[in-house]
């Protein structure tokens, strides 16, 4: 089934999230899961079943406030609710799975403003074979019209390009292919010779690959491909900064994400998408 899920834990973080998956779906115009995940079994709240009892009853509870709040921003939107009495990352891979989309908050409860990524939700990110929103920065900026898209050397985006594109179109937004070059080295003689012409030439090239296809499926949506000197993860984090979202496609080595896709987890000022590639 088409859907939006979002997962909510009463965080600031977490409504956050809730605002932008709601306006998220409402432009696929496709309903909202609101879901709460969490161990309720006796073990960890010890022998009284009252106490486990009541452990649910609050999380069903809060996942009914979220979708009153979430309806009154989007008041058309079809929303439903879950609560879910079991271990949090599992129960998030698995409804991220059966949904279109799953959108995550940057922290989780007992987290502090503008510090690094959530443990939750790095795994849930770290695990997930679909795409995952992170919502990093201090709430939902006013629409800048602007995706980042950004491309790496050793794979093509793939699945995160069609989707950067789709987020494109659906917003009337430019698309921005980002690709961050560095000079290349010349060892060969007595001294050390960077190269940047070459290296550009590479840049520019790859880009056209990229770029090209976009365009072609892009309905009156401007496409720019973006050479940058330097660093990937000062060249996106920069990109970033008046971006609506930066989307990046990841191919996990081991169940690891590369150090861009955390660079861009733990420090973007906007939304994180990650698509796997694979």
Request: hydrophobic letters at 45%; glycine letters at 10%; aromatic letters at 4%.
């Amino acid at each position: 089934m088409s859907r939006v899920v979002v997962a909510v834990d009463g965080s600031e973080a977490a409504r956050l999230a809730l605002e932008w998956a709601a306006d998220e779906a409402e432009r696929r115009g496709v309903p909202l899961k609101v879901v709460h995940a969490d161990r309720w079994e006796p073990y960890a709240f010890g022998d009284d079943i009252n106490v486990v009892t009541g452990a649910g009853e609050a999380a069903r509870e809060l996942v009914a406030e979220e979708a009153r709040r979430a309806l009154a921003r989007c008041p058309r939107l079809e929303v439903s609710t879950e609560a879910v009495g079991e271990e949090t990352v599992t129960a998030l891979l698995r409804e991220g799975a059966a949904a279109d989309l799953l959108v995550l908050g940057s922290r989780g409860r007992g987290g502090f403003e503008g510090m690094l990524l959530g443990s939750v939700s790095l795994r849930v990110v770290g695990r997930a074979d679909f795409p995952v929103v992170v919502v990093r920065g201090d709430g939902i900026a006013p629409t800048r019209g602007r995706v980042v898209l950004g491309v790496g050397a050793h794979y093509p985006p793939g699945r995160a390009a069609d989707f950067a594109l789709d987020q494109a179109i659906r917003r009337k937004a430019v698309l921005d292919v980002v690709y961050a070059w560095q000079p290349d080295l010349d060892l060969s003689g007595l001294s050390v010779v960077m190269d940047s012409g070459t290296a550009q030439e590479r840049a520019q090239v790859l880009l056209a690959a990229v770029t090209a296809p976009l365009e072609q499926d892009a309905t009156g949506i401007r496409v720019r491909p973006c050479p940058v000197p330097g660093a990937p993860a000062p060249a996106l984090l920069h990109a970033a900064a008046d971006a609506d979202l930066v989307v990046l496609g990841s191919r996990k080595r081991h169940g690891q994400l590369g150090p861009v896709t955390h660079a861009m987890l733990h420090h973007s000022p906007c939304p994180v998408a990650i698509v796997p590639v694979t």
